[in-house]
Antibody, heavy 120, light 109 residues
Framework: EVHLVESGGGLVKPGGSLRLSCAAS????????IDWVRQAPGKGLEWVSS????????FYADSLKGRFTISRDNAKNSLYLQMNSLRAEDTAVYFC?????????????WGQGTLVTVSS | EIVLTQSPATLSLSPGERATLSCRAS??????LAWYQQKPGQAPRLLIY???NRATGIPARFSGSGSGTDFTLTISSLEPEDFAVYYC???????????FGQGTKLEIK
């Protein structure tokens, strides 16, 4: 069974940093692209970043302006999101999600999310 | 940047009724569109991929249609568990990435 489990969220002050992790199991992690999606309290979904299976193609939402870095370790079946210069507007639940098989549009498995709160 | 606009923002219906949710793209996205259902406190669940294909385990009462700029998610006969928020999502080649619509809340009338 496919599982994605996020961790690393918490309370951080504005300007601080945080590193999120996503542990994957139940599938061949090294063959799938994985994404981060966030959801501010009471708001809709916002795509954050994606990374392909070999870390060759990495994309970010324009709104992040270089503050976030996505990475993965296929040997550890893990995905990461390094978040720097955090702002109050980065407060959200952060989900990791697996992209469907190549050529199909949709994220077929999601973790339950980890809450990041940016506040002084 | 492609913008997805969902309508209506809120849809009030009763169990057994038919629900029709719309997603309009600011420019053509071909069939690169997915639909999700999200319930409070839960992660989104993929319903439809590539505009019209049901994801694994999704009941047949859910169907997707459309291409280009206009898409529709139809729930043929609402069950109590279908009341939730629904999002559409598109993939763009430039700038590369994904965009979600703002969501439609389907509530019990």
């Amino acid at each position: 069974e496919v599982h994605l489990v996020e961790s690393g969220g918490g309370l951080v002050k504005p300007g601080g940093s945080l590193r999120l992790s996503c542990a994957a199991s139940g599938f061949t992690f090294s063959t799938f692209s994985i994404d981060w999606v966030r959801q501010a309290p009471g708001k809709g979904l916002e795509w954050v970043s994606s990374i392909d299976s070999s870390s060759t193609y990495i994309f970010y939402a324009d709104s992040l302006k270089g503050r976030f870095t996505i990475s993965r370790d296929n040997a550890k079946n893990s995905l990461y999101l390094q978040m720097n210069s955090l702002r109050a507007e980065d407060t959200a639940v952060y989900f990791c999600a697996r992209e469907s098989a190549a050529g199909m549009i949709g994220f077929d498995y999601w973790g339950q999310g980890t809450l990041v709160t940016v506040s002084s | 940047e492609i913008v997805l606009t969902q309508s209506p923002a809120t849809l009030s219906l009763s169990p057994g009724e038919r629900a029709t949710l719309s997603c309009r793209a600011s420019q053509s996205v071909s069939s690169y569109l997915a639909w999700y259902q999200q319930k409070p406190g839960q992660a989104p669940r993929l319903l439809i991929y590539d505009a019209s294909n049901r994801a694994t385990g999704i009941p047949a009462r859910f169907s997707g249609s459309g291409s280009g700029t206009d898409f529709t998610l139809t729930i043929s006969s609402l069950e109590p568990e279908d009341f939730a928020v629904y999002y559409c999502q598109q993939r763009s080649n430039w700038p590369p990435g994904y965009t979600f619509g703002q969501g439609t809340k389907l509530e019990i009338k």
